[in-house]
């Protein structure tokens, strides 16, 4: 069974159409890549999924069901801003997690933030912006979730934050897990995806296996992704 799946979906605010008659199959077990501008519907497409937001038109099924306070429970979301409350020590933020996560493996996190010396009693408003990205990147990939959304993970932060983010994903999530990472910086994140999506005005003009659309343009995901959205 897919783990998303997509039938026509339409998201309109106002007279402003965000997302026109999306149609997509994600299967479970596979990092895909969301590629696209700013403004080209990729946080309106994680909202939708995550039931943050209600189609227009058109239906949206997770695992095989409606979005739902069931289905939400199953998904592990990381925005594109700080989320956390802010005067929350590190420590507590962990015992918020165990407390509303039934997934959540504190282990896991703790031994993460132990690598990165992390202290876990400074609150989160003390951190810097660097290291409050890898705490919310660590806290959603220490749950053994069936989805995970991450919005744009590694927008504003340093090369080396970067590295982290990525080896951080791919070496803790669940590999019977579907992953959709949203991103304009497909350089970075292009080793890992399996597939890609890239949408431009809130329409799909490709969806494709990374290796079969490098040998088919004889290019990188990178240099294609510039090629379709050059100016």
């Given at each position: 069974?897919?783990?998303?799946?997509?039938?026509?979906?339409?998201?309109?605010?106002?007279?402003?159409?965000?997302?026109?008659?999306?149609?997509?199959?994600?299967e479970p077990?596979?990092?895909?890549?969301?590629?696209?501008?700013?403004?080209?519907?990729?946080?309106?497409?994680?909202?939708?999924?995550?039931?943050?937001?209600v189609?227009?038109?058109?239906?949206?099924?997770?695992?095989g069901?409606?979005?739902?306070?069931?289905?939400?429970?199953?998904?592990?979301?990381?925005?594109?801003?700080?989320?956390?409350?802010?005067?929350?020590?590190?420590?507590?933020?962990?015992?918020?997690?165990?407390?509303?996560?039934?997934?959540f493996?504190?282990?896991?996190?703790?031994?993460?933030?132990a690598?990165?010396?992390?202290?876990?009693?400074?609150?989160?408003?003390?951190?810097?912006?660097?290291?409050?990205?890898?705490?919310?990147?660590?806290?959603?990939?220490?749950r053994?979730?069936?989805?995970?959304?991450?919005d744009?993970?590694?927008?504003?932060v340093?090369?080396?934050?970067?590295?982290?983010?990525?080896?951080?994903?791919?070496?803790?999530?669940?590999?019977e897990?579907?992953?959709?990472?949203?991103?304009?910086?497909?350089?970075?994140?292009?080793?890992?995806?399996?597939?890609?999506?890239?949408?431009?005005?809130?329409?799909?003009?490709?969806?494709?296996?990374?290796?079969?659309?490098?040998?088919?343009?004889?290019?990188?995901?990178?240099?294609?992704?510039?090629?379709?959205?050059?100016?």
């Amino acid at each position: 069974m897919a783990a998303i799946v997509c039938n026509n979906l339409t998201k309109r605010y106002g007279k402003t159409t965000a997302l026109q008659n999306v149609n997509l199959s994600l299967e479970p077990g596979r990092i895909i890549g969301l590629a696209g501008p700013n403004g080209s519907g990729k946080t309106t497409l994680i909202k939708l999924i995550q039931r943050m937001l209600v189609p227009t038109q058109g239906q949206i099924m997770i695992n095989g069901s409606e979005p739902s306070p069931e289905t939400k429970a199953h998904i592990a979301y990381l925005p594109d801003r700080d989320f956390l409350p802010d005067w929350m020590k590190v420590c507590a933020l962990m015992d918020l997690y165990g407390k509303y996560y039934g997934d959540f493996d504190r282990a896991s996190a703790e031994q993460m933030l132990a690598n990165l010396a992390i202290d876990t009693t400074q609150t989160f408003k003390k951190l810097s912006k660097g290291t409050r990205e890898k705490v919310q990147l660590i806290l959603t990939m220490s749950r053994k979730a069936e989805v995970y959304l991450l919005d744009e993970p590694i927008a504003g932060v340093d090369p080396a934050a970067r590295d982290y983010i990525i080896r951080t994903i791919i070496s803790n999530y669940n590999p019977e897990a579907l992953v959709l990472i949203s991103t304009h910086l497909i350089a970075d994140i292009e080793a890992v995806l399996d597939e890609v999506i890239f949408l431009k005005q809130g329409q799909i003009v490709l969806h494709e296996n990374t290796d079969d659309l490098r040998t088919r343009v004889n290019m990188s995901v990178d240099e294609y992704f510039r090629e379709v959205f050059k100016c």
